[in-house]
């Protein structure tokens, strides 16, 4: 086994944990770093941050999921540096050689040159993130009951989410329900109800990847749950006590981020070309130019299709991941790599209870039925025969009793009483 | 309801929660104070710790609990202060004044004057405390995985336990489990079996609150498991690397302290005698001398009977609740309070799969009968049908599975890979 070539792949989301899987039976050794310990089903986090679901329900740990492929090595570690001439990745514990290399390793949130905006403004792409949205969401309905003062009081119940693209939708949807929803009967001195939820979006329409009349379904749909939608407005500033559009001002002490990412920082490194985002250019057989053994996949990839982006979605890195499995299968047996294409089937994005739009090319739907085939589609392609049947379980017993049963504060914030305590 | 007597309870454990609940119908408002937002079931805590459950299954917000009781409001905020002559508490955001005072701030885990010990041996009190438990524990078999040094290796397997009583006995047993059973499969360079794991208790025996023969039958079942036990050996030293026992030296990466505990810092501040536990002394009525309008409950409170102390265990707080919730209803019909007496209905203890004991007074039994006892007990008290439903079906899920779905490593830890990042 140790003569068999050596792939390592960085990182375990979509992308590298399908290249994983699509390796099973070649005649490689694969090593697979994470940071973290688990595969993310990342199209739920959302509902993680929002109370709805808990993090072990959309979360596997990596050697778990691949404990019967034996020539598979996880390793929780973090990639530092890549040095492509030496074929090796320095790691936070030690270092690996590698004869291919697949690199994976996604986005993060990114603030377009704000970054004091990190602070009022958490982003959502870990279960850290999105426990600690939870925190801050939860904690702002207790700091409104205990707040006497109308004003201050007003300003907790306010909250305004940056970007109107599938998270920031889902976001300001599945707030706006536990508002009216969730929480009223539970609280004496003030009134859930009476939050006002804004989502702030700097282009013309939300959900601007769907077509034209999806977005105004979902639009609709945002209002009639209570969502103020601020459409064609940019933030131009975020403090602790709101947000400026331009001119207007508004209250908020609870401020979400969903409105940009930015590739993760070891896509520089490999001396390719770079997009605005810090994506990486390949090849249309997703490889690095001039280093025919690296690969670049997932949100890390830049790459364009009939002269639009292949978009950074799950399917896409999911399809990428099992491209360069073939592409290393093709080398290794002395063949030829075949170009990327990205098949598309379909886009669709959720707003809250029974509202969601689909976009399957020629059939278009939104409303409930849209928001079932949702449901039905994610919850399929959850890993885990396990984590299936619990996550609908969950969203029954939810559906019927309007409860979030994770609405548990975990960890100590800034503005958390637990500050300090031991 | 402005003119009703204001009883303040300050913490929503046992004791709080039950006195609570008690008052439902007595002519006074209610303000329950915690720092969490929730009530914590403390018992499966260590289920937490060990990734057998996810926290919301164990934990249900205060507010939740308590929304149909309308003369309750559920305050989350943090006591720094009382004063008992001005009958005002001082919080974290505000103040308080109370006619009626129920002082349930529980105790937490103390390290008898080594407070460097905290870094490296963390003790289990809280969810945050759990999850942090889980993480040094899980990253501990990663970093195994990834040493090929062989003696380091054989230190990030090595752990050590400090406590013999239920939460010491139930971490080692569950970790043996863990590590014999739910891993192996799943390392490549590591061996999880390998694991040594220890038990280190400075008196005679194990669960030293039981019957002797039950610790005897406790300390065959830790050892079946796999358990290294080490009674009448006090812990010397402690550091990053391993435990002294005096002349003895044990390697290992990863301590938990389970050895004991130390009275909230609010009690002190009442200005009436304490224990050295820092436990307040109270009349027999729980009440505190000189201030009939003020109560020490649950683990907070030291009282004896019939020559021996009451324990700071579960049931004796929520009896000492419901019994304050009698005294402040005879105080303010003008009648008398009646003394405290504690209901002793057993004690049990589990140590893992299949293995735990019982002691009922007159009937005592362990091993596989004592177990599922214990299991059903602890499902039964689980406050909410929900929480109940989805522990006990985790719990047949991983008898007939081995695997613990909670493995997910969330955080970020001094040793993780995962710290600076963003």
Redesign the interface.
Known sequence: MPDLPHVVILGGGFGGLWATRALATAPVRVTLVD????HLFQPLLYQVAMAGL????I?A?L??I???QRTV??????ARSIDVGARRVTL???SLGYDYLVLATGA?HAYFGNDDW?RHAPGLKT??DA?HIRRRM??AF??A??E?DPVAQAEWLGFVIIGGGPTGVELAGTLAEIARHALP?????SDPRRSRIHLVEAGPRVLASMPEVLSERALCQLERLGVSVHTGQAVTAIDAHGVDLGERRIDARTVLWAAGVAASPLGAQLGAECDRAGRVKVECDLSLAGHPEVFVIGDLAAITQDGKAVPGVAPAAKQMGAHVARAIRARIAGGATTPFRYRDYGNLATIGRMAAVVDLGKLRFSGAPAWLFWLWAHVFFLIGF?NRI?VMAEWI?SYFTY?R????????GEDS??RN??
Not at 35 to 38: E, L, S
Not at 73 to 78: C, P, S, Y
């Open positions: 940071r973290t310990n688990h808990s993090s072990p329900d979360a740990p050697r778990h691949l404990r019967g090595t996880v390793r929780m570690d973090e936070a514990h030690g993060r990190a279960l850290d426990l939860l904690e207790e700091a009951e205990r006497e009967r539970e609280f004496r001195h396990r619990v017993w409860q049963h994770a609405r548990i504060i975990l960890g100590r009483p637990n305590q031991d």
